[in-house]
C-alpha cells in the first residue's frame, strides 16, 4: 500500500495564480515525519520543509505555506502567487519515527507542476 | 561546490553488462542513502550506511546490486549483470547525525539498460 499519495499527477496555472499541492500520507506510527521536496528539470531533489507529528502548526515561509492536518492525514502545499521558476516536480515524503531508519524516506509520486507565463 | 556529487551522470550500458556509480557526500555528513527513481514515480530507498557500515538494505536490493562506503566518505554502488529494469535514475543523499533527517540530494545518474 502507497504510504504517500499525491492524487494530482499535473497542475497547470498562469503565472501569479495560487496553487495547492495536496498530500495524504498513512502511517501506524504516532511519531512521524513528513517533508516536501522540489525536483527541477536538472534532477536534483530540494528540500523544502520538515514537519514532525506533534506539531500541527501551519508554516509560511515566503510564497510558500504548508498545512499540516492529522485528522485527515494530509500535509498540503501552497504556493502563493505562482512563478515560471516554481515549475517543478514536487514531492511530498514520509518518514516513520521508532525503530525505522532515519532518512529512509517514502515518497509519493509527484505532481509536476507547470507555470505559464 | 560542496553538494552532493554523483558520477557518472548518465550512463548507457547493454543488458548482462556490470555497472558501477559514485556517490561523494557532503564532507561531514556521516550518513549516506541510495535511491532509485523510475519514469513518474518517487524516488525509492536502496540502501543506508552509517559511516562505513551497510546498516540497512532495501528488498528492492536484489543479489545483483552492491553497495560499498569504504572509508565513510565517498560510496559505489555496482549492478552486476544488468536488466533492461535496472534503468531508472539512481539518487544519492546524505546527511549528518541530528539533521533531523534533512537529506541533501546529489542531481542523480541516468542508466540506461539497452
Known amino acids: 500500500a502507497q504510504k504517500v499519495t499525491q492524487a494530482q499527477t499535473e497542475i497547470s496555472v498562469v503565472e501569479k495564480e495560487d496553487v495547492t499541492l495536496d498530500c495524504v500520507y498513512e502511517t501506524r506510527d504516532t511519531t512521524y515525519y513528513l517533508f516536501w521536496y522540489k525536483q527541477p528539470p536538472s534532477g536534483e531533489l530540494v528540500f523544502l520543509i520538515r514537519?514532525?507529528?506533534?506539531?500541527?502548526q501551519n508554516e509560511i515561509s515566503g510564497r510558500y505555506s504548508w498545512n499540516f492536518q492529522k485528522s485527515t492525514s494530509s500535509f498540503n502545499f501552497t504556493i502563493t502567487a505562482s512563478q515560471v521558476v516554481d515549475s517543478a516536480v514536487y514531492f511530498c515524503?514520509?518518514?516513520?519515527?521508532?525503530?525505522?531508519?532515519?532518512?529512509?524516506?517514502?515518497f509519493g509520486r509527484g505532481t509536476q507542476l507547470t507555470v505559464w507565463p | 561546490d560542496t553538494g552532493v556529487s554523483q558520477n557518472p551522470r548518465h550512463k548507457i550500458t547493454k543488458r548482462g553488462q556490470n555497472v558501477t556509480f559514485r556517490c561523494d557526500p557532503i564532507?561531514?555528513?556521516?550518513?549516506l542513502y541510495w535511491y532509485r527513481q523510475t519514469l513518474g514515480q518517487g524516488p525509492e530507498f536502496l540502501t543506508y550506511f552509517q559511516n562505513e557500515a551497510q546498516l540497512e538494505k532495501s528488498r528492492l536490493l536484489s543479489d545483483r546490486f552492491s553497495a560499498e562506503r569504504p572509508k565513510g566518505s565517498f560510496s559505489t554502488l555496482e549492478i552486476q549483470r544488468t536488466e533492461q529494469g535496472d534503468s531508472a535514475m539512481y539518487l544519492c543523499?546524505?546527511?549528518?547525525?541530528?539533521?533531523?533527517?534533512?537529506?541533501?540530494f546529489g542531481s542523480g545518474t541516468q542508466l540506461s539498460v539497452l
Open positions: 514537519r514532525n507529528s506533534f506539531d500541527e
Open positions: 515524503a514520509l518518514s516513520e519515527g521508532r525503530g525505522s531508519t532515519l532518512g529512509r524516506l517514502y
Open positions: 564532507s561531514e555528513h556521516n550518513r
Open positions: 543523499a546524505s546527511s549528518f547525525t541530528g539533521g533531523n533527517e534533512k537529506l541533501f
